[in-house]
């Protein structure tokens, strides 16, 4: 049985396929369409699923799509008849809604050559997250908890999953929210594009909490471990923001009102010289948010009693809130997936489907997902027809091209080049699901060098002087330069690096001594694996500093767009599968 899976029309939309409950592949559009966080219906992201397999649209039996219309639909008309919200608001909301339940048509379009003869399911956005953690977790038992801005009227919901049952016991609905407090002061703060939140988790350890009673004035903790929002600061829930959601990067409008400046003064403009103000207010943000965040896992904990969590959404990204669960909370075991916000819906929404109408095989758990290995992969003769057809470009940059039959001899130079402090773009495998480079799509450098993040930013990815570069570290060196030892293949958690290796790693040790850490198994990453093990034998240190192989646009998909990406930089050389392209300094 073949279900495809769908996030769309909305921001990362995207496509996964399972078969027969088995995920066998997973891309986000934006990777294909060159534009970050595409939104929109996933055509692309489908056609490589349906490729990479051998099969058409025709062979799907079923489609899932990760929200429902009648989801929290008396919530809904309660809210209407009570709170009256803008006209407009209410009629934009309900051409979306129209749009969203119109799958078939999109596929009719896209498609035109295929007829789609199965059925289509529309799962409630919040148990799509849920399922995309808990059903490939490691655990047979766990509280689950969504939380984000908001889909189908909620903004966070948690529960029990049990073997392949998930129990939702409670909800938080609009218009609270914790996803939209994070991006409301991310928008004051100057950040906006759709998904800088990350920016300023980046930008906060540079600050003081000299802000957070403000804070805990825009955000109301109750005794229950849930929240809401003052109100008076925000707009989402009466006026019409305005907001573009299709074929392209989403955008939204401002969603704080001008109390929001009464209480902190000024928003900071686009561009503006960010001041100590600013870092002070982003490190009020991201302390409320844990606030909030303990606040809710310690009562789940109280109310369960179960020693693992499995969490998903938009603000299960937040990586520095998600390291220190097991320092805040009493849980043992976390687990976030590899794509937590809205791109992983689309594996919940499979995975839900198939444990409904998958037959008896379907009331069976899967295995766990260890890796994030599920996109377009490219073979080496598809690498060295592109090298002829590029000859003359890679001549006029002066770079030398070499094929390496004996890849232990590719894994050992680049290693070597690697500690003579070479910036490498790194191109091998499957490319990574969710938003994170894992190694396969990742730009490689020495983490020993306090120069690193400027060389960088300088050659490559000319971005904000703030954000921190991580490091993919051998799992079983993790307890020796990290406080705490636990894996983290998705690089989904902040944990603090050990203070006596800190001064010998500074390219990857944020200013709070902290990095974004990475665990590399040699299992479900051998070359990369080989690669980091052979730095360690050059230098005794068991890692390398890796971030996402871009500048300023999605991370490369295709050979094709790593070569372009590595020519108009200054990247110094470029491993693509077993061939070497090196520039002659």
Known sequence: MYILGLNAFHGDSSACLIKDGVLIAAAEEERFRRIKHWAGFPSKAISWCLSDVGISLEDIQHIAINQSAKASLGKKILYTLFERPNFKMLINSFKNKHKRSNVKNCLLKEFSNFRFRGSIHSVEHHFTHVSSAFHVSPFDQAVVLSIDGFGDFTSTAWGVGHGIKINLDNRIYFPHSLGIFYQALTQFLGFYNYGDEYKVMGLAPYGKPTYIEQMREIV?????????????????????????????????????????EKLLGPSRRKNQELTQKHKDIANSVQLMYEEAFFNLLNKLYKKYNL????????????????????????????????????????????????????????????LPHDHAYWGPSFSNDYIRNLLKLQKDRINNENCVVENFLDFSQLIKLTAAEIAKGKVIGWFQGKMEWGPRALGNRSIICDPRRSDMKDILNLKIKRRESFRPFAPSVLCE???????????????????????????????????????????????????????????????????VLNTSFNENEPVVCKPEEALDTFLRTKMDILVLGDWMIKRNN
């Open 477 to 543: 060196d993790v307890s020796d330069w990290f406080e705490q030892n636990d894996d983290v293949p998705f690089m989904m958690q902040v944990y603090q690096i050990n203070k006596n290796k800190r001064a010998i790693i500074p390219a990857v040790t944020h200013v709070d001594g902290s990095g974004r850490l990475q665990s590399v198994h040699k299992n479900t990453n051998p070359r990369y694996y080989q690669l980091i093990k052979e730095f360690k034998n050059l230098t005794n240190v068991p890692m």
């Open 220 to 260: 109301k903790l109750k005794t229950d471990g849930s929240f809401k929002l003052n109100l008076n600061y925000f707009r989402h829930h009466r006026e019409q923001i305005n907001y573009e959601w299709e074929n392209g990067s989403p955008y939204f409008e401002n969603l704080f009102t001008s109390n929001l």
């Open 307 to 366: 020693e693992n969590i499995a969490i998903a959404g938009g603000c299960a990204m937040n990586s520095v809130a998600n390291g220190k669960i097991l320092l805040n909370t009493p849980f043992k075991k976390v687990y976030v997936q590899a794509a937590a916000g809205d791109a992983g819906g689309a594996i919940g929404a499979a995975l839900t489907t198939w444990h409904k109408v998958g037959g008896i095989n379907s009331k069976k758990r899967i």
